[in-house]
């Protein structure tokens, strides 16, 4: 399978930026699609942005206009610019190369996902 190992995460102050990076490997091909997830204590798994291969990009409503996502030229590391962040945006972040994971806890038993780094925004 596809390993991705994520960075990036750390303490912030409110209204500071961090940028997550998600890189992968294990595998020859494009990666067709990826997600960022995140989960805070007690509550389930949220989507938070996926990108395509071909450009498509959705943002949960959430974190539209403050939240980035971006893919490297080789298109085997994935980023989230994260600007003007709230303690609301505090969790663990995942990427996967899912792109469409509901669920209430993050990461599933399935699929391709990193080991989640910690954001902690403070007020």
């Known amino acids: 399978g596809v390993q991705l190992v994520e960075s990036g995460g750390g303490v912030v102050a409110a209204g500071g930026s961090l940028r997550l990076s998600c890189t992968a490997s294990?595998?020859?091909?494009?990666?067709?699609?990826w997600g960022w997830y995140r989960q805070a204590p007690g509550n389930d798994c949220e989507f938070v942005a996926s990108?395509?291969?071909?450009?498509?990009?959705e943002y949960s409503d959430s974190v539209k206009g403050r939240f980035t996502i971006s893919l490297s030229n080789a298109m085997n590391t994935v980023y989230l610019q994260m600007n003007e962040l709230d303690p609301e945006d505090t969790g663990v972040y995942y990427c996967?190369?899912?792109?469409?994971?509901?669920?209430?806890?993050?990461?599933?038993?399935?699929?391709?996902w990193g080991q989640g780094t910690q954001v902690t925004v403070s007020s």
């Open positions: 996967s190369t899912e792109r469409l994971f509901m669920g209430v806890t993050c990461p599933p038993s399935f699929g391709d």
């Open positions: 294990g595998t020859a091909t494009t990666i067709p699609g």
């Open positions: 990108i395509t291969s071909y450009g498509g990009i």
